[in-house]
Nanobody
Framework: QVQLVQSGGGLVQAGGSLRLSCAAS????????MGWFRQAPGKEREFVAA?????????DYEDSVKGRFTISRDNTKNTVYLQMNSLKPEDTAVYYC?????????????????WGQGTQVTVSS
């Protein structure tokens, strides 16, 4: 069992930056690929980014966030991060982290085994 606790988020102006954190319980964090998803009001939850397990060598990003968002992991802290730069109003959503037992996090919701509680990110224009 893995518990994921998120922090960060909040209100920021367009063009600003935020960093989301997701801390995992247990000693098996490094064996999970990790992902970030988001859900805007009235929309389905969508993939944002993923990082592979162990050293996190491989990453994947949804096209609209490429070059602006960076996913990373620190296994010594059992934490995965999402650094978000050049934020846009359309990035406004509740963001969720998730853990995947496979070597690389996929883009599908069903691929993930554990989810964080979600954190609100609001970008004002």
């Amino acid at each position: 069992q893995v518990q994921l606790v998120q922090s960060g988020g909040g209100l920021v102006q367009a063009g600003g930056s935020l960093r989301l954190s997701c801390a995992a319980s247990g000693r098996t964090f490094s064996s999970y690929a990790m992902g970030w998803f988001r859900q805007a009001p009235g929309k389905e939850r969508e993939f944002v980014a993923a990082v592979s397990r162990w050293t996190g060598t491989s990453t994947d990003y949804e096209d609209s966030v490429k070059g602006r968002f960076t996913i990373s992991r620190d296994n010594t802290k059992n934490t995965v991060y999402l650094q978000m730069n050049s934020l846009k109003p359309e990035d406004t959503a509740v963001y969720y982290c998730a853990a995947d037992r496979n070597p690389m996090g996929g883009r599908g919701l069903l691929e993930y085994d554990y989810w964080g509680q979600g954190t609100q990110v609001t970008v004002s224009s």
